[in-house]
C-alpha cells in the first residue's frame, strides 16, 4: 500500500550541485504537484502536471525543472542549487474524479543547500 | 499575493472544547475547499472538504463550513483531543485546474 513514494528523504547539498528528487505514485492518478513547506510561508505550489506529458508552473518555479514522462513518475530536477532552495518538498497526487478532491501527500524530502 | 490566508499562526484550547480554525481567500474562482492537518516530519493528511456549493460538511468531530459572500471558510472541531495538535493547513482550487492553494497554516495545541 505505497502510495505517494518520495525518494531520497534527506539530503544535503553544496551551492552550484544539481540534484533530482523523485516522486513515485501507485494509485494511476493522473494529477501530481510539488510543493515546498517553509516556516511562515505554508505550501507553496512549486509545479503540477494534469497528464503525461503536460506541466505547467505554481507558485514558486523558478530555479526547479519537472517532466511527466509517465502517469507513476514526476521528478523534480534542482539545475544549480542555491540557500533559498532549502526547504522540505512534498510531492501530492490525485485523481480526476472523486467526491472529496483530496490530495495524496509523500511523506516529504528534506534539503539543505550549503 | 497571498491568495488563501490563515492569520491565526497558533491556538490553544482546552481538550474537550471547540477549537475553530479560520481561513479566508480572495479568489472568487475558488470552488472547492479543503482541511489538511500535518505532524512533524510526516506528509500532510486529509481532514475534510466543501464545495462551493455547500455552506457546511460534517465529519465526525470535524465540520467545515463555508461563507462564499465573505470569502470565509472554517473548520470546527468538538470535542477537541489532544491528539489534534498539528498544523492545520486550508487550500483551495479553482474548477478544473487541479491546481490546489495552500494557506501558511495554524498550529493547534490542545491542552490536557
Known amino acids: 500500500n505505497a502510495g505517494v513514494t518520495q525518494t531520497p528523504k534527506f539530503q544535503v547539498l553544496k551551492t552550484g550541485q544539481s540534484m533530482t528528487l523523485q516522486c513515485a505514485q501507485d494509485?494511476?492518478?493522473?494529477?501530481m504537484s510539488w510543493y515546498r513547506q517553509d516556516p511562515g510561508m505554508g505550501l507553496r505550489l512549486i509545479h503540477y502536471s494534469v497528464g503525461a506529458g503536460i506541466t505547467d508552473q505554481g507558485e514558486v518555479p523558478n530555479g526547479y525543472n519537472v517532466s511527466r514522462s509517465t502517469t507513476e513518475d514526476f521528478p523534480l530536477r534542482l539545475l544549480s542549487a542555491a540557500p533559498s532552495q532549502t526547504s522540505v518538498y512534498f510531492c501530492?497526487?490525485?485523481?480526476?474524479?472523486?467526491?472529496?478532491?483530496?490530495?495524496?501527500f509523500g511523506e516529504g524530502s528534506r534539503l539543505t543547500v550549503l | 499575493d497571498q491568495q488563501v490566508k490563515q492569520n491565526s499562526p497558533s491556538l490553544s484550547v482546552q481538550e474537550g472544547r471547540i477549537s475553530i480554525l479560520n481561513c479566508d481567500y480572495t479568489?472568487?474562482?475558488?470552488?472547492?475547499f479543503l482541511w489538511y492537518k500535518k505532524y512533524p516530519a510526516e506528509g500532510p493528511t486529509f481532514l475534510i472538504s466543501?464545495?462551493?456549493?455547500?455552506d457546511k460538511n460534517e465529519d465526525g468531530r470535524f465540520t467545515v463550513f463555508l461563507n462564499k459572500s465573505a470569502k470565509h471558510l472554517s473548520l470546527h472541531i468538538v470535542p477537541s483531543q489532544p491528539g489534534d495538535s498539528a498544523v492545520y493547513f486550508c487550500a483551495a482550487s479553482e474548477e478544473g485546474t487541479y491546481k490546489y492553494i495552500f494557506g501558511t497554516g495554524t498550529r493547534l495545541k490542545v491542552l490536557a
Open positions: 479568489n472568487s474562482m475558488f470552488d472547492y
Open positions: 501530492a497526487s490525485r485523481n480526476r474524479g472523486g467526491d472529496t478532491g483530496e490530495l495524496f
Open positions: 466543501i464545495s462551493s456549493i455547500k
Open positions: 494509485m494511476n492518478h493522473e494529477y
